[in-house]
């Protein structure tokens, strides 16, 4: 079944459960362990259908839309493609959210209908997120979660935040290229009750890092071992989020938010019958006050092959992102991001730079990209906005001839 059917599929089915007696039901339905509940239906534009069944059960139904329209005029020195001029549906995504049987029970399913164009494996099943998370233990002041499944990682701030709050049309270059793949395997977190503090560590089938070799949301464990991650996120004054991370203070933050984070990848690999093993890291500040918001964010990352004599490849990144935010519906602001490759080839594979409008840029030298943006957000939501940047790209291989393409774009979001 293609991925059209697929979100046929899950419409089909809710909608009609989701339309019978105006939203509620007094037909008897049996929930074993859970207790029955009356479910009332609750409409939030920008946010999706909630069915609340209570304590039992509940489903948020939303989707997601991403248009686009680039102009990319490329100097096409380094076999990149012809200038673009180009229409795209960068996202079309079906997203079903909730808890069951009680509210320590969640899941979390999405599917997407738009080809990815950074990652085209991804299109051969448009399966996203795919889990369940389960509280564990309740202690005093914290409490432990596990989750199974299908899922963003948790290495990196930007990239694990909310695709649909991205402050400019793309997340950064560096963030792209270091993070930003989902993967599949299971994750235990320790979170305060009151969400300023969470540490979580995972094992994982494949490279959460969209510039690898070895990354692949919906491909099986390519070694004979798993990979590994450690994750920690700070948040002293309020929580600014996980999954739901944006730069943007939309809202407009009386106090001064801030938060540092950081983790460990371990990665265990394997290309021609040869052992890879990898370390990365990433330290992040993320702030938001007033309508301004920003995000520092630091990549690191050395893979080497245990074939004979090989040396290791050693890359790095960054990111810079501020935005500020009008009362009246208004942001502008820029963003920078830069990628240092090591030697990438077929034998040790390092962190290939995810650059806009080009073929991933695997060679050594640096890449980096550099923008403004400004955007309008209608009801003052992120969920619902137009945003219009310009952006600088330049492309430095090492000893050779330089790059340099400018881009313009025009995005339209909406969730509903």
Do not use: C
């Amino acid at each position: 079944m293609n991925r059209y059917g697929l979100a046929g599929l899950a419409l089909g089915l809710l909608a009609p459960t989701a339309l019978a007696n105006g939203g509620e039901t007094d037909k008897d339905v049996d929930l074993s362990a859970a207790q029955e509940e009356m479910v009332n239906i609750k409409v939030t534009p920008g946010a999706g259908i909630t069915f609340d069944g209570g304590d039992s059960f509940s489903l948020n139904l939303s989707g997601g839309l991403i248009f686009r329209y680039d102009y990319i005029a490329n100097d096409n020195t380094l076999g990149a493609t012809t200038p673009i001029n180009n229409f795209d549906v960068r996202s079309a995504r079906i997203m079903m959210t909730g808890h069951i049987f009680d509210q320590k029970t969640r899941y979390n399913f999405s599917i997407e209908a738009a080809n990815d164009v950074y990652f085209p494996a991804n299109n051969l099943v448009p399966v996203k997120d795919a889990y369940v998370e389960r509280d564990v233990n309740q202690l005093e002041s914290m409490k432990i979660m596990v989750a199974l499944g299908q899922m963003r990682t948790g290495h990196g701030r930007e990239t694990n935040g909310t695709e649909f709050g991205k402050a400019m049309g793309e997340f950064t270059l560096a963030g792209r290229s270091f993070s930003g793949q989902r993967s599949r395997g299971i994750s235990a977190s320790i979170v305060d009750n009151d969400d300023k503090w969470r540490v979580n560590v995972g094992l994982w089938n494949r490279d959460q890092a969209g510039g690898s070799g070895f990354a692949g949301e919906d491909l099986p464990n390519g070694d004979n071992e798993l990979s590994y991650s450690l994750n920690f996120r700070f948040d002293p004054a309020g929580s600014m989020g996980d999954s739901s991370f944006t730069t943007l203070d939309l809202a407009r933050s009386e106090a001064f938010l801030w938060g540092v984070g950081g983790g460990l990848w371990f990665g265990n690999e394997t290309a021609g019958g040869v052992d890879m093993e990898q370390l990365q890291y990433n330290i992040n500040f993320a702030f938001k006050t007033k309508g301004i918001g920003g995000l520092f964010e630091f990549y690191g990352s050395s893979q080497e092959s245990q074939a004979p004599g090989s040396q290791s490849v050693d890359d790095t990144g960054w990111s810079a992102i501020v935005n500020y935010s009008l009362d009246n519906g208004w942001t502008f602001g820029g963003q920078i991001s830069s990628v240092d490759n090591d030697v990438s080839t077929a034998a040790n594979r390092g962190i290939r730079a995810n650059t806009v409008g080009v073929n991933a840029y695997a060679g050594e030298g640096t890449a980096m990209e550099y923008g403004v943006f400004v955007a309008h957000e209608y009801n003052n939501m992120a969920t619902h906005r137009v945003i219009m940047e310009l952006m600088g790209q330049n492309i430095d291989p090492q000893g050779g001839q330089s790059d340099t393409n400018i881009l313009l774009r025009a995005t339209y979001v909406l969730v509903f």
